[in-house]
């Protein structure tokens, strides 16, 4: 139900903007986040927002990503600059209702070469 994209091959050095919208009517979402899993990885934390808006960064792009949502239409941004290799991954965003039930969406490549 969720749609990720921005997603796309960018220099280092780079900045690249992922969007996350539903297809559908989802209620009662409090927590959206930005998660990746490069190859031979395992997925991992990029960025939390909750519905007040506390964010929460992984120290890997602490300064460099910047998370916001937009509550009147459930979606859901990453703001990414001074992109590196590592940076390189599959990024999918997440969607948690209050009750705690997770919507994934589909994923959305960024690769970063050097």
């Known amino acids: 139900q969720l749609q990720a994209f921005g997603g796309g091959l960018v220099q280092s050095g780079g900045s690249l903007r992922l969007s996350c919208a539903p297809s559908g009517t989802i209620f009662n979402i409090n927590v959206m986040g930005w998660y990746r899993q490069a190859p031979g990885k395992q997925r991992e934390l990029v960025a939390t927002v909750t519905i007040g808006g506390s964010t929460n960064y992984a120290d890997s792009v602490k300064g460099r990503f910047t998370i916001s949502r937009d509550n009147a239409k459930n979606a859901l941004y990453l703001q990414m600059n001074n992109l590196k290799p590592e940076d390189t991954a599959v990024y999918y965003c997440?969607?948690?209702?209050?009750?705690?039930?997770?919507?994934w969406g589909q994923g959305t490549q960024v690769t970063v070469s050097s």
């Open positions: 997440k969607h948690q209702t209050i009750y705690g039930r997770p919507y």
